[in-house]
C-alpha cells in the first residue's frame, strides 16, 4: 500500500517529465531534420553579402515596390512576365548595390544633405530624373512649375501612391548622388606620372622590323612526350584561377508529347459537322462566332483580293447565308458564312485628337474633356489648333491631325468601325487601347462591292482523355526506370530521343523547348549526379503539352572546380607546354651549334617570315595571328642578334630583329591627361566591381522564384 501510494504522489510529476521528454524529442528531432531552423532564419535567407544575411522578406518587400513604382508610372494594373523578371533583377541589383556600399559611405561619412536634395529638385543642379519627368517635350526645357505643383499635391492623393513615387525617386536621387561622390573620391585619387606617360609614349612610338622563324607546336606528335598524373596535378595547382566556375547541372531527359490522337480529331470534326446547321440558321453571326469560335471574329468588309485564298472563289460569288466547309487550315476545323454583301466605300479619310489618360486624370475627367473639345468643334473651332494642345498622337499633330487615307484592316476594329460608319464631317467619340479619340471623317473613297465573312473555327487539340494516356506512358517510363543506367538502357531499348541541356545555372529562367520550366530548374538543383530529378517526390514534370523525365548527368559546384572534372582540359594544357619545351630544347639545340635563322628554317623544314611596323600594342603578326610573346620579345631586343627560343601560345620561335625606328613625341603631358582621363572611366565600374568580389555575394534567388 505504502508503494501504491507514493507512485499516486508522484504520478503527476512522473507524468509531466515524460511529457516534457516526448517535446524535448520533437523539438530536437525537428531542430536536426530542418539543420537548426529552429534557432536561424537560415532558410529564409535570400542571400549573403558582405557577411550579412538578407532575409527574403527584405528583398520581397523591396520587389513589391518596385513593381508598384513601375504599375504607377506605366500606368498599368498588371505587369507581364517579362517586365516583371526586369524589375527583379533591378532589385536584386539595388539591394547588392546597398549592401556592399553602404558600409564604405559610412566609413568615409559620405551622406547627401537636404540642401542638396532641394537642389537636385529645385536649385541650380537638377538631377536627370527631374529633368526626365518634369521637361516639356515640346521645347525641351524644365517646366518648373510642374515640379511645384506635384511637391504641393502629392500628400493630397487618397491612395497615396504619389507620395510613394516621390519617395521613391527622392531615395534614387540619393542613392546615385551618393555614389557619383564616392566614384569621383576614388577617380580623383588615380593618377599618371610623367615618368609613366614618357615610357607608354617609348613603347607607341618604338616600331621595329623583324625577321622570324615559327614551327608549330601541335607539329608534335603525342608519342614523342609523356604525361603523367604528377605533371597533370602540378599544372593544376598552379593554375587555379583558370578552373574557377559558377554553380551549373548538365542533364539528360526525354519528353513525352501531349498530341491530339486520331479519336480527339474525329471529336473535333463531329463538333463542326454538328454545329454546321446552328450556324447556319442564325441571324446574328457575330454573336454566334464569339459564343462559339476558338479564334476572334472579324466583323469588316473585304473585298475579293483580300479574302483567304481557299474562299475566294466559294464567297465571292455566293448568296448570303452560304456556308463553306468544314474545311482543315492551321490545325484548326472551320466553317465560312457569307454573312453579308454590302457597298461600302474601300477607304476613308480621317483626322482625330487623341486623349490618353495621366496619373492625375481619372477616365472621367478625360471623357469630360472629350465632351468639351467635342463641342467646341462642333461650334466652329479650329482642329489642327486643338489637336495641337491636346492631342498625343505628336506624329498626327504634324498634319493638324489628320491620319489621311486608311482601310478598315489597317485600324483597331472601334477606331474602323466608327470611321467607316460616321457620316462625312460628323464628330465621333471611339475608346481603343490606345485612349479616347475624337474622330472626323473629312472624305470617303466611292462605295464598291464587298463582303462580310463569319469565320467559326474549333482547333486540333488533345482531350483529357489523350493526356491522361500520354501520362500513363511516362508513369510507366518512370516506375520502371529508377536509376540511370536504366534510364540508359531503356533508351536504347525503346528508341526515345534523349535531349540533353548542358550547364544550367539554378536562377535560369528558360530551357530550349520547354514551358516555363522554372520548377523542373529547382528540382534539378535538388539532385545529386546521376539521379532522377523530382519534385514532391514526383519524377514528373508537367510542361506545357509535355511531360518530361530527367536525369542530372553532371554536377558543377561554385568554386575551383575539382581535377577529375577538369582532367581532359589539363591534359590539353600539359601536353602543349611539353610540346613547346620539346621544340623549344630542338631550337636551342640547332641554333647552339648555328645561330642562323635560314639554317633553323631549313631544319625544321619551314621558312623565315618578316614583319614589319611592329610596336608593342600590336594585336597580331602576319602568318601566325595573335603572339603576345613574340610582340613583346621583338620590341625588347636589340639589332642584329638571333633571340630564342621564344615559346608563344600556338608556336615556337626564334628571331633577329633588323631596324628599330623611334618617332618623335615631345608631349608627354597629353600621354599623361589622355592615360589619367581613361583611369577615371573605369573607376566607376571597376570599384565597384572589386566591392563587390570581396563581398562574396551568395546569390539564393533561385530558392524562391
Known sequence: MATLEKIRNRAGVLVAVVIGLALLAFILGDFMNSGGALFSNTQFEIAEIAGKSIPYQKYQKDLNEMMEINKFSSGQSTLDENTVQRIQMQTWNQLVREYVLEDEYDEIGLDVSSQELWDMVQGENIHPIIQNLFTNPETGEL???????????????????????????????????????????????????????????????????????????????????????????????????????????????????????????????????????????????????????????????????????????????????YIYGPYFENDSYMLAKLSEIGYVPDSVRARHILLQPTQNQSSEMIFALADSIK?????????????????????????????????????????????????????????????????????????????????????????????QQTYALASKFAGNNHTYEEFQQALEAEGFAKKIAQNVKEADQQLAGLESPREFIRSIYDTEKHGIIKSQNNPIFELGDRFVIGFVTEVREDGVAPLDQVR?????????????????????????????????????????????????????????GIEPKLVAAATSVSTDQVFGPIKGENNVFALKVLTIAEEENSNPEMQQMQTMTQFRNRANYEAFEALKETANIVDKRAKFY
Open 568 to 624: 581532359d582540359q589539363v591534359t590539353v594544357q600539359v601536353k602543349k607546354e611539353k610540346k613547346a619545351k620539346y621544340l623549344a630544347e630542338k631550337f636551342s639545340a640547332v641554333m647552339a651549334t648555328d645561330n642562323n635563322l635560314e639554317v633553323l628554317a631549313n631544319e625544321f623544314n619551314t621558312e623565315v617570315f618578316e614583319a614589319t611596323d611592329i610596336t608593342f600594342r600590336s594585336y597580331s603578326i602576319p602568318n601566325v
Open 143 to 321: 517646366n518648373t512649375m510642374a515640379v511645384i505643383r506635384f511637391l504641393k499635391t502629392y500628400e493630397q492623393d487618397p491612395t497615396g501612391q504619389q507620395k510613394a513615387y516621390w519617395l521613391f525617386i527622392e531615395d534614387q536621387m540619393i542613392r546615385d548622388r551618393l555614389f557619383t561622390k564616392y566614384s569621383n573620391l576614388i577617380s580623383k585619387g588615380l593618377y599618371s606620372t610623367k615618368a609613366e606617360a614618357q615610357n607608354e609614349l617609348n613603347n607607341i612610338n618604338k616600331k621595329v622590323d623583324f625577321e622570324f622563324v615559327a614551327q608549330e607546336i601541335s607539329s608534335i606528335p603525342d608519342s614523342l612526350i609523356e604525361v603523367k598524373n604528377s605533371d597533370l596535378k602540378a599544372y593544376y595547382e598552379a593554375h587555379q584561377n583558370e578552373f574557377k566556375q559558377d554553380a551549373s547541372r548538365d542533364i539528360e531527359y526525354i519528353t513525352f508529347d501531349v498530341v491530339a490522337s486520331e479519336a480527339d480529331r474525329e471529336a473535333t470534326q463531329d463538333w463542326i459537322n454538328n454545329i454546321k446547321e446552328d450556324f447556319a440558321a442564325t441571324d446574328n453571326d457575330k454573336e454566334f462566332v464569339t459564343l462559339n469560335s476558338d479564334f476572334e471574329h472579324k466583323n469588316i468588309f473585304l473585298k475579293k483580293d483580300e479574302l483567304p485564298e481557299i474562299l475566294e472563289g466559294e464567297m465571292w460569288n455566293a448568296d448570303e447565308g
Open 375 to 467: 463641342e467646341q468643334l462642333e461650334n466652329g473651332a479650329n482642329f489642327a489648333l486643338l489637336s495641337d494642345q491636346y492631342s498625343s498622337d505628336k506624329a498626327a499633330n504634324e498634319k493638324g491631325g489628320d491620319l489621311g487615307w486608311f482601310r478598315a484592316n489597317q485600324m483597331v476594329t472601334p477606331f474602323s468601325d466608327t470611321s467607316f460608319n460616321a457620316n462625312i464631317g460628323e464628330y465621333k467619340l471611339v475608346a481603343t487601347q490606345f485612349g479616347l479619340h475624337i474622330v472626323q471623317v473629312t472624305n470617303k473613297a466611292r462605295n464598291e462591292r464587298k463582303v462580310k465573312i463569319a469565320i467559326l473555327g474549333r482547333k486540333l487539340e488533345p482531350s483529357s482523355e489523350t493526356y
